[in-house]
């Protein structure tokens, strides 16, 4: 299932082509020797994109010619703007630096206030797909997604920023349902989100695939929080499907079981757009200017990482599933794909919802 559940995402965009491995050429050790690998993650410290990184950072080095240090370095707030706008217009395109990021696409194809990054002007080293589980608190008495429909406590959503696709998607589903809530945002980080949930600050809320299985699986087991269903991913013909690394139904699933149709409208075609941004969830992108050996050697590196069995053993064990990644001219088409997703009547919905806050 997990290949091909690939398969229908690498098909979101038309030809990709098998990437050829990139052969280290003459001199290239000595461009990295003796040097330092900085990974600037979007998020606070703890959360799933902070968990990506240094997964990868304990990886990374020995993949790169010259073997420099790799560190992980953690530049949180506004929903991940800030850290994009660094590296975007501060950090040196000298190919030491890359930002690690997520939920940077949403932002820009909105035009978030104080966006000054521009991802299509970015070498986009690799991305990875992830789907997205909400959650509630075990204490609102919901057992499964159809009791939101009836439930008679407020719902109370917590989130990063209006702007941010986890608090869009955590909203569009409610309204798709029907369901009424208070939304309470401005956390700097998942993590924060997760304190909150537990303070009972919100009851309502969605992490990835990564903070789930590492940080939220736990809070289940302890009886905290309720799974309800995931966000899904995009299929080639444009309908969301289940990311198959998880068992939890997809919106669209409990849409129909709650309403006896299938989704449509406006609404639906927004809400598809940010299960078509969890196709690039994740990514490493260089700042623009960077020169091409670094780049080439950067995603020639990332690619042996991801396939390299040490690093596949400890994301079972970290994440407890297998990276589903793309890399190079795959991750450049991936990340076309995106912006293309983001027009029309679908971006109108969202461009209202993130002026709107309830």
């Known amino acids: 299932m997990f290949s091909k559940i690939c398969y229908l995402l690498l098909g979101m965009v038309m030809g990709l082509s098998l990437t050829s491995r990139i052969a280290p050429a003459f001199g290239q050790e000595h461009f990295y020797k003796g040097k330092t690998v900085r990974l600037l993650v979007n998020f606070t410290a703890g959360g799933p994109t902070d968990i990506f990184a240094r997964l990868m950072a304990r990886h990374l080095s020995r993949h790169i010619p010259g ?94 920023g209006r702007e941010s696709p986890k608090d869009l998607a955590l909203r569009l589903a409610l309204d798709l349902l029907g369901v009424g809530h208070r ?24 992490e990835s695939l990564t903070g789930y299985t590492s940080a939220v699986v736990p809070m289940v087991r302890e009886g905290v929080v309720v799974p309800l ?61 960077t020169p091409g050996e670094p780049v080439q050697i950067l995603r020639s590196s990332f690619r042996e990482t991801f396939e390299d069995p040490e690093f596949k053993a400890e994301s079972d064990r970290v994440l407890r599933f297998q990276l589903m990644s793309f890399v190079g001219d795959d991750a450049e088409k991936v990340n076309a794909a995106v912006f293309r997703a983001g027009t029309g009547l679908a971006l109108e919905v969202l461009q209202k919802m993130a002026r709107y806050q309830q």
Not at 96 to 106: A, D, E, R, W, Y
Not at 109 to 136: F, K
Not at 230 to 247: A, K, Y
């Open 229 to 289: 269903f995931q966000e899904g991913v995009l299929s080639p013909d444009g309908e969301i499907v289940r990311d198959s690394r998880s068992d939890l139904p997809t919106v669209k699933e409990v849409f129909i079981k709650v309403k006896g149709k299938e989704p449509s409208g406006s609404l639906w075609e927004a809400y598809k757009v940010l299960a078509g941004a969890n196709s690039m969830l994740r990514f490493i992108a260089a700042p623009p200017k």
């Open 67 to 160: 073997t420099p240090s790799v560190i992980v370095e953690n530049m949180g707030g506004a929903g991940g703007i800030i850290g994009a706008n660094h590296v975007y217009g501060t950090a040196r395109p000298d190919g030491l630096t890359v930002g690690v990021f997520s939920g940077s696409h949403v932002a820009q194809i909105l035009a978030s206030s104080g966006v000054r990054y521009d991802l299509r002007n970015m070498p986009i080293i690799a991305g990875a797909a992830e789907t997205s589980v909400v959650v509630i608190r075990a204490d609102t008495g919901v057992k499964a997604a159809p009791d939101l429909v009836t439930l008679q406590k407020p719902i109370v959503v917590g989130g990063l």
């Open 183 to 206: 939304y309470v945002t401005g956390y700097k980080g998942v993590a924060e989100i997760r304190l909150a949930i537990k303070q009972g600050e919100v009851n309502y809320s969605s």
